[in-house]
């Protein structure tokens, strides 16, 4: 099995990381939509970060989500 990482310079050790994976996780145990699991996480990066352009604030939450969550498998 072989693992996928986005290169995302440690962004997981963030505070904004933290508080990302923690409402995305929140939402999922709930058992919100895949949409609203992401907005909740993206949401929860821009509290930390409200000077980052939502954009942009939206793209490194998600890879911090992915990097957590998502396992590619290659086969061969």
Known sequence: MMSWSAATNDLSASEAAA????EFERARRAGRSSVEC???GVAAWRRVHPDQSPEYAAKRA???I???HVKL???E
């Not at 508080?19 to 923690?22: H, I, M, Q, T």
């Open 19 to 22: 508080a990302a994976l923690k």
């Open 38 to 40: 992401y907005r909740a």
């Open 62 to 64: 998600v890879a911090v």
């Open 66 to 68: 992915l990097e957590r």
């Open 73 to 75: 498998r290659v086969e």
